[in-house]
């Protein structure tokens, strides 16, 4: 089992950046692929981007590629996710998830973090 936890979001102004930290904690690090997802008021949640264990794949949805980086530090245990030329519409709040199949994919996630929110302001 995995423990995950984020930090990093916070108010920003609409073009500005931002950059999430997911700490995790528990068994292996490197055996769990990692994915962002984000939920805005009303909104069901959606995927955000994801990275493969080794760091190697990255998949992003269309909504942010561009301008959204995701990366890992597997000696940190911590995956990032660095957001640029942030809009309104990405506030939310931010959760990273693990999942132990090695498969990139916006499903399949076992393991949740609690969130952290994201206000973007115009």
């Known amino acids: 089992q995995v423990q995950l936890v984020e930090s990093g979001g916070g108010l920003v102004q609409a073009g500005g950046p931002l950059r999430l930290s997911c700490a995790a904690s528990?068994?292996?690090?490197?055996?769990?692929?990692v994915g962002w997802f984000r939920q805005a008021p009303g909104k069901e949640r959606e995927f955000v981007a994801a990275?493969?264990?080794?760091?190697?794949?990255?998949y992003y949805a269309d909504s942010v590629k561009g301008r959204f980086t995701i990366s890992r530090d597997n000696a940190k245990n911590t995956v990032y996710l660095q957001m640029n030329s942030l809009k309104p519409e990405d506030t939310a709040v931010y959760y990273c998830?693990?999942?132990?199949?090695?498969?990139?994919?916006?499903?399949?996630?076992?393991?949740w973090g609690q969130g952290t929110q994201v206000t973007v302001s115009s």
């Open positions: 528990g068994r292996t690090f490197t055996s769990y692929a």
């Open positions: 998830a693990a999942k132990s199949d090695p498969v990139l994919a916006r499903t399949a996630y076992e393991y």
């Open positions: 990275i493969s264990r080794g760091g190697i794949s990255t």
